[in-house]
């Protein structure tokens, strides 16, 4: 039996061979990716100032993180179910994470992703406290699977429409805002927040609102549930978020750049809670591949990398020159920013949308954030040097005051046109069809806050 073979380009085996997430993917043809930097096909050099969504916080291919995955594959991968044989890769992990964090958080669930971890933390909720009521906040995002949308808040309705039902017993209150927190009752088996809101624009809470949250979640018995998928692992200029906060949650979900560029998330809280999974019932949260030997000797030695080379003090620093940087610009309205954690607002969708093509055709990625059109996301590695910190700022800066005279938008790296697929889901169009619609990244934008993507 011979493999198949096909005359396809790499970009149209890409957009009709691969499940896709949007009509327009950013499209650049990987080659290798190195520190701050990803080289396409034809080496042209992209600035990752986005780490693929704040996931290579120690930049691309760490070696550390690259030997501690090749010493793994070389004694043993995959083996068991997680939870039935003792592996060293799963307790090194562990210990190095919990002698990171506060004692309460002494026990973890090492699961495949963030929002798993985050499944497992409602689960682990409503087990603990006997409870079916769940509180989340408004601007919340915390996944796409069926738990972790239920407690999204999105800014667009139209994104969890298709799926509903969603989890019933769902309550949402206002994020920041303490006058709301007398909702959380005896009812209530779990209050889950972002210690900072990502998708929402790098929404920073006032010390008080989680000092009051984390009281009242005492007052009545709810566990306190931190999702720091994005804000964690040193993103804000503290390995944990929380810890700028005085407050420690009973459970804490972490993902994205815990693996230095692999998959894996985790639930941590106490021994005591999750315990609970082993009885009544038991096997209450299991996991074929969470735990996987490979992802955590990579977790373990972005841990690793994270205390001993890490400066969390030079990440704010560096954090606020770009924030200077970028202020100089009249055009940039406001920059929300903790760490290395940015979200840079202008007028309009349609400016946001040209600024970051123009970065891209200058070798610099910026992102877009899915509830907040008119902001773009900067994250970059905590380990960027002031250079390049500066040449970013620049970049940037060149790309807004350049004015781009193509209104249509269509030559740029976030724009894939005439391929075969649908475009336009108000014609009843779907992926794999047959269109040739020219579609501008403003449009775009326009589809998906329409709620048409």
Do not use: W
């Not at 010493?71 to 991968?77: A, G, I, K, V, W």
């Not at 307790?91 to 699961?111: H, I, K, M």
């Not at 639930?267 to 038991?282: A, C, G």
């Amino acid at each position: 039996m011979s493999l198949p073979s096909s005359q396809e380009s790499n970009h149209e085996k890409f957009v009709t061979q691969l499940g896709q997430t949007t009509p327009f993917p950013v499209s650049i043809e990987v080659d290798r990716a190195e520190g701050l930097y990803i080289y396409d096909k034809q080496q042209k050099r992209y600035m990752d100032m986005v780490s693929g969504v704040a996931v290579n916080n120690i930049g691309h291919s760490h070696p550390h993180v690259v030997q501690a995955i090749k010493d793994q594959l070389d004694r043993h991968m995959h083996v068991m179910v997680y939870g039935e044989y003792i592996q060293d890769a799963q307790l090194r992990f562990s210990d190095t994470l919990r002698g990171l964090l506060p004692p309460a958080l002494n026990c973890v669930y090492p699961v495949n992703s963030g929002t798993e971890a985050n499944e497992a933390a409602l689960k682990l909720a409503k087990r603990v406290t006997g409870r079916r009521e769940l509180v989340a906040f408004r601007g919340a995002y915390h996944g796409a699977t069926h738990g972790s949308m239920s407690i999204s808040s999105s800014a667009i309705k139209a994104r969890t429409a298709a799926f509903e039902p969603l989890l019933p017993e769902v309550r949402f209150l206002d994020f920041n805002d303490e006058a709301g927190l007398d909702q959380i009752t005896e009812q209530t088996a779990g209050v889950i927040t972002e210690t900072i809101q990502s998708d929402a624009g790098v929404r920073v809470p006032d010390a008080a609102f989680l000092q009051k949250l984390r009281a009242r979640c005492t007052e009545v018995g709810a566990l306190l549930i931190f999702d720091e998928i994005q804000c964690g692992m040193g993103r804000t200029g503290r390995l944990c978020a929380f810890e700028r906060f005085g407050v420690v949650p009973d459970a804490l979900t972490l993902g994205k750049a815990l693996g230095g560029g692999m998959p894996v998330g985790a639930l941590v809280s106490s021994t005591e809670h999750l315990t609970k999974f082993t009885f009544e019932p038991m096997l209450g949260h299991i996991t074929t591949f969470g735990g996987h030997p490979v992802i955590c000797a990579a977790a373990n030695a972005t841990l690793e990398v994270m205390a001993r080379d890490i400066d969390f003090a030079e990440v704010e620093r560096l954090g606020q020159l770009l924030e200077d940087l970028l202020t100089q610009d009249e055009e940039v309205r406001e920059v929300r920013r903790l760490g290395l954690m940015f979200a840079c607002d202008m007028a309009t969708p349609e400016r946001v949308t040209e600024v970051v093509k123009k970065c891209i055709e200058k070798g610099l990625l910026a992102f877009y954030f899915l509830s907040l059109p008119n902001s773009f996301r900067l994250s970059p590695p905590l380990n960027i040097t002031e250079g390049q910190i500066r040449e970013a700022g620049e970049i940037i800066l060149q790309a807004i005051a350049e004015q781009n005279n193509d209104t249509s938008l269509t030559s740029g790296a976030h724009i894939t046109n005439s391929v075969r697929r649908a475009a336009d889901s108000s014609e009843g169009g779907g992926l794999g069809e047959a269109h040739t619609t020219q579609f501008t990244t403003v449009q775009a934008v326009k589809m998906i806050f329409a709620g048409n993507c």
